[in-house]
Structure formats: structure tokens, C-alpha cells
């Protein structure tokens, strides 16, 4: 899977992409040099945000169910439940604290029961980890 890293600014009607990168160093070369060339969109900092290249969102199938998991970075799974607020295609990927100061991750996906909702997780646990996008540590 290719990642691309994308410099953005702004919100609503008012956001812009101000370019499109292969690498992070590339977009935070990027982003520093249009907020230099930029001073009058001071007010609104730019981001960069990472798209996985040619991804299809999940659609619904027959006998798949909205559910959320939340799961540590080790495994463990905190809490597998189906969910009725997932929108078609919709994947989510949240990320908090625990007790611990260490993040635990909520994914929402289509599964057919709790057991291929954890493997999902797992797995998109798994991936997130080999790309180093999973915080280590939360905010004190």
C-alpha cells in the first residue's frame, strides 16, 4: 500500500491542498515553504494529512453488521460491540490515552459477528503498527 502525504490548510469552504508528496520529509519541507511564502494565511496553520493511495472504501455487504472495537497496542481487545451509527463505507480510526498514557485505538468497520470485527481490528492493529502510525505515547 502507497501512502501519500498531503499539505492542507483550512476548514470548510475555506480548505485548500497545497500539494500532494511520496514522502513526510517532502510535505514538511512543503509545509514550511508555503507558510513562508504565505504570511497572510498565517491565521490558519496547515496540516499534513496521509491518504493511502487507490483505496476503495468498504461497502455493506449481505449479513454484515456495523461494529467498533477498541484494542491496546498488544492485542488486547477492550471492548468489541456492534454499532448502529456506522455509515456505508464509513471506516473510523480513533485514538486516546488509557490509564496507562499509552494509546488504544477504536476502529468501526463491517463484520459479519464479534470475532471477524477483532480479526479486522487486529489486522488493521497490525498495519498501523508496521507503518509507525500508531502513537506511543498519549498526552499528560
Known amino acids: 500500500m502507497k501512502i501519500v502525504y498531503v499539505v492542507t490548510q483550512g476548514n470548510y469552504s ?5 500539494g ?3 514522502t513526510k520529509a517532502q510535505a514538511e519541507v512543503a509545509q514550511h515553504v508555503w507558510e513562508l511564502r504565505n504570511p497572510s494565511y498565517s ?6 494529512e496521509q491518504y493511502e493511495m487507490n483505496s476503495t472504501p468498504e461497502i ?3 449479513g454484515m453488521e456495523a ?3 477498541r484494542i491496546q497496542r498488544d492485542g488486547s481487545v477492550i471492548l468489541a460491540g456492534a454499532s448502529d451509527w456506522l455509515d456505508d463505507g ?3 480510526e480513533e485514538y486516546e490515552p488509557n490509564s496507562l498514557n499509552q494509546y488504544t485505538a477504536t476502529f468501526s468497520m463491517w463484520a459479519r459477528n464479534r470475532e471477524h470485527a477483532v480479526k479486522v481490528a487486529n489486522e488493521r492493529r497490525i498495519q498501523m503498527i508496521a507503518l509507525d502510525r500508531w502513537p506511543k505515547k498519549g498526552k499528560k
Open 90 to 92: 464509513e471506516l473510523t
Open 60 to 62: 455493506r455487504q449481505p
Open 20 to 22: 500532494v508528496y511520496s
Open 67 to 69: 461494529w467498533s472495537v
Open 14 to 18: 475555506a480548505y485548500r491542498i497545497c
Open 43 to 48: 491565521d490558519e496553520p496547515t496540516r499534513i
